[in-house]
């Protein structure tokens, strides 16, 4: 129990500290895309279109065009994940898959619609614990994966808007027990299958572990989809 206390209260520095310089991280990137703009959702016709990249990520999650382009235009155009969590949202909408004709451009899109608790979203980390970490290591492991992973996020328009969502709501961060590094690697695969953006650590062996060990995956996305994945998994 004592150690228990003490990883979580290691987690909890690291964490809160990586999580103000990674706010200041994105805030750097926000400048450098106000220098080159942002998706451009109306063309030279004065129409609304869909964000395309967006729309070929919801395709390959089984979704249609048409309910695709919907929940885009319901939801800012930028987040593939927001687009798909408002369309399971409207399974039941007769329209969904019928053509979509977007209200003329002098009607302003709706806000973005709020996800159920279901489709809230987190982070996860997934530890190796076969390779005997200390608490400290385990704790810098962790929070070099945090970092890492909303790095590769806020590489891609796409997701910024999803990562902002997730600190509005709190950040909220879990970390799990993996068996080994074959585990790992299996709970990577099921991730890629799912589209699900993620970070495997490779530490650089400098303390206490082998160079090159798999140390920690982490994982980010909405609740109903990342447990697909660890929803089975016991909490470290």
């Known amino acids: 129990m004592a150690d228990e206390r003490e990883l979580a209260r290691a987690l909890a520095l ?12 994105r805030e750097e990137v926000r400048e450098r895309e106000a220098n080159v703009g942002g998706v451009n959702t109306r063309s030279s016709d004065n129409r609304w279109y869909p964000n ?43 329209n969904l898959h019928d ?18 608790e279901s489709r809230s979203l987190k982070m996860v980390f997934v530890v190796n614990t076969s390779i005997g970490m200390g608490i400290g290591k385990i704790a810098s492991q962790v929070a070099h994966a945090t970092l890492a992973l909303y790095k590769t996020l806020l590489l891609s328009p796409s997701e910024q808007r999803v990562v902002e969502e997730w600190e509005m709501g709190g950040a909220k961060k ?7 590094v074959d585990h790992l690697k299996e709970l990577e695969e099921e991730a890629k299958k799912r589209n699900i953006p993620h970070f495997m650590i490779s530490d ?15 994982l980010f996305g909405r609740n109903y989809l990342v447990d697909e994945v660890t929803g089975n998994l016991s909490l470290l």
Request: charge should be negative; proline fraction near 13%; hydrophobic fraction near 35%.
């Open 14 to 25: 690291s964490l809160e500290g990586l999580m103000a310089s990674s706010s200041s991280y």
């Open 52 to 94: 395309m990249e967006c729309v070929q990520v919801l395709l390959s999650m089984g979704i249609s065009e048409n309910a695709a382009s919907r929940g885009l235009y319901h939801t800012g155009n930028t987040s593939p994940d927001l687009a798909a969590a408002w369309v399971f949202d409207h399974l039941e909408d007769p």
């Open 204 to 218: 650089a062996g400098k303390t206490q572990i082998e160079p090159g060990s798999l140390t920690v995956l982490a």
């Open 174 to 180: 879990i970390v799990l027990k993996g068996r080994d």
């Open 99 to 116: 053509p979509f004709q977007p209200p003329p451009l002098s009607v302003d899109p709706p806000p973005p619609t709020l996800p159920t």
